[in-house]
């Protein structure tokens, strides 16, 4: 029960995103699922230039992350047409907004916002538009919502909702035991293999230990107003000033349908995200290009917008 409060943490800052452990040591305050996935292809990219003789190349690394970011992109398609019920317009709007900001630039740059965004695309697809939940199915949602608090601590209060959303449509459709476990186990164990690892370093159990140890700022509601407006309106930061496609996703927002009403239920958690983000200190991203913290909730916005167009398609 002591290493459960903010006051059981024994780390110290030393720089930027750096902390001493409790025990020696300097870590990262970030969750370490992105290096985690990138340190095999790193090191395969230093085998081969240690072979070739061509020092600094991540030919390996870049390929695997243009492969999530294809991922991202069919996952995109997968969705929208399964919200407007039309394969080609799917495509062509997945292939148009992969285009434009927030997606083209973290094709290639090494963020977790783009693994969120993939994770949230393929969450959201299963939880709104999935008829009826086998074992398959929920083992591997499970297995997906499990991996969202390593990729990023902001990510923690939205697998939260995400997580409460899919037990409470599992409950109400009545699925089988096995299914129902192969959602709940791997959020038993990556609950218990995050505070390990909180403790582990800091001290403390807490989701947020790595961060209260680094120090500054964090999500507080100091500037809440100004990133709640400024992630979208911002005339630097802002998503709509460089594409004001996305304002089509009012449209979905209000709309009626079947569509329309299914999506709206994924509204709470993407509202969460977005508050929480909008809550950071540096709610704008930090060294990063624009819409970095949009990114995760922009195929969502994208489903409205494509549920809106389609409404306009439909008339005489």
Known sequence: P???GAGAIRASRITRQTIAGKSGG?????APGPSALL???LR???ALNLRAA???????TLLLWNALAAALVAALFLLLRDATGRPGLAALLAAGFALTPPFVFYFYQFYPEMLGALGLTLALRVLVF??????RTGWW???LLATLPWLHQKFLPVWGVLVLWAVARAVSQMVTLPALLGLLIPQAVTLYLTALYNFAITGSVRPDALFLAWGPAGVTTARAGQGLLGLLLDARYGILPYAPLYLLAAGGLVLGGTAAARLRTALPA???YYLTVASADNWSGAVCNLGRYFMPVAPYAVALAAVALVRVLDRP
């Open 141 to 143: 949602l499970g297995l």
């Open 130 to 135: 999935e008829p009826w939940w086998t074992r």
């Open 270 to 272: 993407a509202l969460v």
């Open 44 to 46: 395969l990219d230093r």
């Open 54 to 60: 061509t020092p600094g190349r991540l030919a390996v």
């Open 2 to 4: 002591q290493a459960v």
């Open 26 to 30: 300097v870590f990262h305050v970030l």
């Open 39 to 41: 340190a095999p292809a």
